[in-house]
């Protein structure tokens, strides 16, 4: 595998606003996604994944889109609240292969 | 066990000596994988076992780093000589089948290690 930006970017919104984060992934045979979320000190926890041969899908205050034509991923939380703030990342499996993406932090501002 | 663990949760140690890492994932897991979180910043694959063999260790910084997996369960990673710029947290995940491009990676709290 290998891991994609080591340089995490912020994202700052006001508590119940709706967050969307971003994950461009490179390896286009790809077709497995995940998003995990990452909370100071702790491991990831897994939230949401998606197969190529879907575009969207829902969970929980939290919808995944997929463009396979960009390879572009994205996680949009709706009415994000304190407990979100954390950091983000995208998971991209291929065949035999797993590659991360850039992790974003989340700060929700009460 | 109910989640990935990992022991120690911190480890201080001085540059030069040799730090064991451990990680119990969940029972039953095919596939075990190491990773290293450096402070702020993402995670960086290190090494990949499919039941006690590792198909992928490409990850791995050095030779100074090895990691073994006996009987399918329990894996150490191994840190021979440390330097300064091993201090990260490294995170274990294990996930049933270890079929890559489809399985959910379930990660353990992780190893904060210092070297002083």
């Known amino acids: 595998g290998e891991s994609v930006g080591l340089h995490l970017p912020t994202l700052s919104v006001q508590e119940d606003d709706n967050s969307i984060i971003n994950c461009a992934y490179s390896n286009s045979a790809s077709d497995y996604f995940i998003w995990y979320k990452q909370e100071s000190g702790k491991g990831p926890q897994f939230i949401i994944d998606i197969r190529s041969n879907m575009d969207k899908r829902q969970g929980q205050r939290v919808t995944v889109l997929l463009n396979k034509t960009v390879k572009h991923l994205s996680l949009q939380i709706a009415a994000t609240q304190p407990g979100d703030s954390a950091v983000y990342f995208c998971?991209?499996?291929?065949?035999?292969?797993?590659?991360f993406g850039t992790g974003t932090k989340l700060q929700v501002i009460p | 066990g109910a989640g990935v663990s990992q022991s120690p949760s911190n480890k201080v140690t001085e540059k030069g000596k040799d730090v064991e890492l451990r990680c119990d994932p969940i029972s039953g897991h095919t596939a075990l994988y190491w990773y290293r979180q450096s402070l702020g910043q993402g995670l960086e694959f290190l090494i990949y076992?499919?039941?006690?063999?590792?198909?992928?260790k490409s990850g791995l910084p050095s030779d100074r780093f090895s990691a073994e997996r006996t009987g399918g369960s329990v894996s150490t990673l191994t840190i021979q000589r440390t330097q300064q710029e091993d201090s990260a947290v490294y995170l274990c995940?294990?996930?049933?089948?270890?079929?890559?491009?489809?399985?959910?990676?379930?990660f353990g709290p992780g190893t904060r290690l210092t070297v002083l």
């Open positions: 998971l991209s499996g291929g065949y035999q292969k797993v590659t």
């Open positions: 995940a294990s996930s049933a089948r270890g079929m890559l491009s489809t399985d959910t990676q379930y």
């Open positions: 076992f499919q039941g006690n063999s590792a198909p992928d």
